[in-house]
């Protein structure tokens, strides 16, 4: 890399500034300064060395989503709709309206683009464009209409206020524009998506593209996993939990700049098929067992409606039910997945199976050397395999090599 990928001084200098003053304003939340700090320290090095791949812009976009949607403290949503907080206080509740969705949409381009920067090729690219242009859209749209989503602390109750820097709000158009429910529905689809089309591609890359993917499949997956928990929490918990639905999606979202910085830099590049294979399967037996869960309370709450009107049978039948499927549902699916992500060690497993099946009516030591040699070469494939056996009480060693 010469001096003319690098980002200048001067151009330097600002990115340091605006990152310091992003900085400033995630102080207000420890979560928020985690994730802030992971997404904008990374964006701003790959910015820095690697100015015309967007995705360290990218990362320093979502960086800053994480500041606009922490929840304002003090802010009183009936104080809000009669237009008595002060602009400063406007100011932060209409970046909050929009800022998380746009995070969202980036880190859905980020998955897209990485790890070369560029759009997918063939017939894949124009969706492409258009999906994102369609995000961007709506994005602006919601930044403009007449009412924006206010979220008071703790992150749990949403309440809709005028939009303070609402453009044209007598407009028809706007009574066309989604609820915020479906936008963020839409949103979360296209996440999921974009986790699909990441683990296609992984699955058709070869080289070092292949292990670059491994590292953002195992992220973004677990993040993906972890929102989709955080929202059906909400939905089903809330009362009950607040906003600790989201401390899953909280923890896992540093995990996304680590997995790029480590796959773009290609520094200590290592094979991680065990990872990425544990990370998908229990991304999709948690995908599972909340859709149980969910669809079981509501199931037992349709059911016993008319005799009761407690919470308490359908929150702990639905409990049991997920305690008992977790193990019998978590081997299933992990075999499924290692026969996608880690074939290599279920090729292995399998070979190592059969090998203990046959030694167990084997009583000629020569055969079973024989046979075990061949199952460590097919197994591993190591370079170089030996194989000694001990002295018998007749003073007989036997022994084989393979050099």
């Known amino acids: ?59 320093i976009a979502i960086a800053f989503g994480f500041v606009g949607t922490t929840s304002t403290p003090g802010v009183d949503a009936a104080a809000l709709a009669a237009g008595t907080v002060s602009n400063w206080e406007k100011v932060q509740v209409w970046v909050t309206g929009w800022s998380g969705s746009a ?54 109750e949403t309440v809709v206020v005028p939009n303070p820097f609402a453009v044209l709000p007598d407009l028809p158009l706007w009574s066309a524009l989604p609820p915020s429910d479906t936008f963020l529905m839409t949103i979360i689809g296209l996440l999921v998506l974009g986790v699909g089309s990441i683990i296609v591609r992984y699955r058709r890359s070869t080289g070092v593209l292949q292990l670059q993917l491994r590292w953002l499949v195992a992220a973004v997956t677990l993040v993906v996993a972890a929102v989709l928990v955080g929202l059906v929490s909400l939905a089903l918990l809330a009362d009950v939990i607040g906003g600790l639905g989201w401390i899953p999606a909280i923890a896992t979202f540093p995990t996304v700049p680590i997995a790029v910085v480590v796959a773009v830099l290609r520094y200590r590049l290592l094979e991680i098929d065990r990872i990425v294979s544990r990370t998908v399967g229990y991304a999709l037996v948690t995908g599972i067992l909340a859709v149980v869960y969910a669809g079981t309370i509501l199931l037992i709450q349709g059911a016993l409606v008319a005799v009761t009107q407690a919470q308490t049978i359908a929150v702990a039948a639905s409990t049991l039910l997920a305690f008992a499927l977790f193990q019998p549902l978590r081997r299933r699916v992990q075999r ?68």
Request: charged residues 20%.
């Open 1 to 59: 890399m010469t001096e003319r990928d690098r980002l200048g001084t001067v151009p330097t200098l600002g990115l340091v500034a605006l990152l310091a003053v992003g900085l400033g304003l995630a102080l207000v939340d420890p979560f928020t300064l985690l994730s802030y700090v992971s997404y904008g320290s990374i964006g701003a090095l790959l910015a820095i060395r690697r100015p015309r791949n967007p995705i360290g812009w990218l990362l």
């Open 103 to 156: 995070s969202y949409v980036c880190l859905f381009a980020l998955m897209l683009i990485f790890p070369s920067g560029h759009l997918p090729v063939g017939r894949w690219r124009l969706p492409s464009r258009i999906l994102l242009l369609f995000c961007l859209v709506l994005i602006v749209l919601t930044a403009l209409a007449p009412t924006i989503s206010f979220t008071g602390e703790g992150g749990v």
């Open 336 to 403: 499924a997945v290692d026969r996608r992500f880690d074939r290599a060690r279920f090729d292995a497993d399998r070979t190592t199976a059969a090998f203990a099946e046959r030694l167990r009516d084997e009583v000629d030591i020569g055969t079973v050397a024989v046979d075990l040699q061949e199952t460590v070469r097919a197994a591993i494939q190591p370079a170089r395999l030996g194989l000694w056996l001990r002295t018998n009480a007749h003073g007989i060693a036997g022994g084989a090599a393979d050099r």
